[in-house]
């Protein structure tokens, strides 16, 4: 699945994902969006997420894991959650740019 449909998406509202690889189980990314946000990496040739896609694809014929780690939310607690969740993994562990988008 590639797209979320609009009455799956306005039930979603904001939420945060991850993605992982697919024989390891370890997270490389996380993030927060809503609508079809989740796949976006999965097109976006200029970022480090889809370099991390494509070397799992090429080396496993394999696509990354991708889980909702929780949905529902508003845009302020989704920012708080996906701080926390980078922080909780590590970003040293992550292809993340930043440490998550939480201003406090």
């Known amino acids: 699945m590639t797209k979320i449909g609009s009455l799956v998406s306005s039930k979603l509202k904001n939420y945060v ?5 697919p024989m390891t189980k370890d997270p490389f990314y996380v993030g927060r969006g809503k609508g079809n946000r989740v796949f976006d990496h999965l097109k976006n040739t200029q970022t480090d997420v889809f370099k991390r896609i494509e070397q799992i694809r090429k080396e ?40 998550g988008t939480l201003f406090l």
């Open 17 to 21: 994902y991850m993605y992982s690889d």
């Open 60 to 99: 496993n014929g394999a696509e990354p894991l991708i889980e909702i780690l929780i949905h529902g939310l508003d845009e302020n607690t989704a920012k708080k959650v996906e701080s926390a969740v980078i922080d909780l993994i590590g970003k040293e562990k992550l292809v993340n740019k930043q440490l």
